[in-house]
């Protein structure tokens, strides 16, 4: 049976720019990390966290999607037939 925890490597690129991401709008809303004149701080840490967690959803959607197939394989019409 499939690892059900490995992920693509593109799903794991988007999850660790998500991550990045949602740590720069930590910075931004912190102050450590200057934000341009004409955007103001707090809109500049709120886009940058919805992209964050947009960018993480597929990871999730993915593993619970694997793990359910795994725990209760009938509801998805998929019989491990051992012999």
């Given at each position: 049976?499939?690892?059900?925890?490995?992920?693509?490597?593109?799903?794991?690129?988007?999850?660790?720019?998500?991550?990045?991401?949602?740590?720069?709008?930590?910075?931004?809303i912190?102050?450590?990390?200057?934000?341009?004149?004409?955007?103001?701080?707090?809109?500049?840490?709120?886009?940058?966290?919805?992209?964050?967690v947009?960018?993480?959803?597929?990871?999730?959607?993915?593993?619970?999607?694997?793990?359910?197939?795994?725990?209760?394989?009938?509801?998805?019409?998929?019989?491990?037939?051992?012999?």
């Amino acid at each position: 049976m499939r690892n059900v925890a490995r992920l693509p490597k593109p799903i794991l690129v988007m999850e660790a720019i998500g991550g990045l991401l949602i740590i720069a709008a930590l910075l931004v809303i912190n102050q450590w990390l200057p934000a341009s004149t004409s955007v103001d701080s707090k809109t500049l840490a709120t886009g940058l966290l919805l992209f964050g967690v947009i960018l993480m959803l597929p990871a999730a959607w993915l593993l619970m999607w694997r793990t359910a197939k795994a725990m209760a394989p009938q509801l998805f019409n998929r019989t491990d037939k051992k012999r």
